[in-house]
């Protein structure tokens, strides 16, 4: 996708560091201990572009020599991993972001209406005070991370980003059709889909990768 159709409320985060571990993920002969490393680290960079613009408040503290004027964030963050591929985001987020609470979202495909089900959801009670991070490493279709955001919402859940690793355009265009209010951060925008939904030329299944499980 060039830079100029890619869609308003999509940032892709281009970074050498971002492309090169990216790399690593994608590339067929890296194992998982590798995998898992990469992904956590990918998603403390990822992160770390994505809060660029939190509100900050004035934290008033004293150093060893004089008082001083800080910043501490306004609200709490949640992070919200998609299970089960999320968790491995969640693992390098929380390493920048140790006071945050997490939300685990497990989602599956209906196999009658095809539509994407939550089979498990455990929040924090501090969902409309929070800025919340989904988090995912493939925006695939989008079903996954739509329904995972409407459920978040139907909680209580007003301020959400949505992070992942690897997009396509059909991902893009479902997520921000759903949600026009979620901003998008992604490392790359692929291709598109084969007939299994997976992303091309993408990383192959982010689960089965990370858990070993292939
Ligand atoms: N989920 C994955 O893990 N990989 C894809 O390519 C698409 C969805």
Redesign the pocket.
């Known amino acids: 996708m060039s830079t100029a159709s890619i869609p308003t409320g999509v940032t892709v985060i281009e970074h050498p560091l971002v492309r090169a571990k990216l790399t690593r993920m994608r590339d067929a002969r890296t194992q998982p201990l590798e995998f898992r490393a990469c992904l956590a680290e990918l998603a403390t960079l990822l992160v770390f572009e994505a809060t660029r613009d939190l509100e900050t408040r004035p934290d008033r503290i004293r150093t060893p020599l004089a008082d001083h004027e800080g910043a501490a964030l306004t609200r709490p963050v949640i992070v919200a991993p998609i299970l089960r591929?999320g968790l491995g985001m969640a693992e390098g987020i929380l390493r920048i972001l140790g006071d945050a609470s997490t939300a685990h979202i497990g989602m599956k495909r209906d196999e009658h209406t095809h539509l994407p089900a939550c089979y498990y959801f455990n929040a924090p009670a501090h969902l409309a005070e929070a800025e919340v991070l989904v988090v995912?490493?493939?925006?695939?279709?989008g079903h996954s991370a739509s329904g995972a955001i409407a459920r978040l919402k139907a909680a209580g859940a007003k301020r959400i980003r949505f992070i992942c690793c690897?997009s396509c355009p059909e991902g893009l265009a479902h997520l921000r059709a759903e949600h026009p209010g979620v901003h998008i951060f992604t490392a790359a925008v692929d291709d598109g889909?084969?007939e299994k939904?997976?992303?091309?030329p993408?990383?192959?299944?982010?689960?089965?990768?990370y858990f070993g499980t292939l």
């Open positions: 591929a995912d490493p493939m925006l695939a279709t690897l889909l084969n939904a997976y992303i091309l993408g990383l192959g299944d982010a689960g089965d990768r």
